[in-house]
């Protein structure tokens, strides 16, 4: 249903290999937990583009959830499940098959928080 490919100036991104339908789980992805006495040994490491903050604790989602390119205008939604420690990866408008899902790095879908990286549209 998911495939990783170059995405536009973006580096390497995630597409669909099918439609999604607004509201539709387009991944459950399970997640390694890094413990907060862990988290400053990533920073100097190429994990740090990849972590989802987990609390105190750090998170690296498998399956695709760490690949997934940030938007200001995110096409899905991720939803920290720390009951199943997963991420849930939710469309939030219908996706064609063939388009890049993008999330906002930064949580809420609208929020315009700073990225340290220049943001592509």
Excluded at 24 to 38: C, F, N, T
Excluded at 61 to 81: E, Q, W
Excluded at 103 to 116: A, C, E, F, M, T
Aim: charged share 25%; glycine share 8%.
């Amino acid at each position: 249903m998911l495939e990783v490919k170059q995405s536009t100036e973006k580096g390497r991104g995630v597409f669909t290999l099918k439609s999604f339908k607004k509201g539709e789980i387009i991944e459950k992805a399970p997640v390694i937990i890094i413990p907060k006495s862990e988290l400053r040994a990533i920073m100097t490491t190429v994990l740090v583009d990849y972590f989802f903050q987990w609390g105190r604790e750090g998170a690296i989602a498998l399956g695709y959830g760490s690949l997934y390119n940030h938007s200001y205008k995110p096409n899905a939604v991720f939803i920290l499940n720390r009951e199943d420690n997963c991420i849930l990866f939710r469309a939030l408008r219908d996706i064609a098959p063939g388009e890049e899902v993008t999330i906002n790095y930064k949580g809420k879908p609208d929020r315009k928080l700073p990225v340290p990286f220049k943001v592509v549209e």
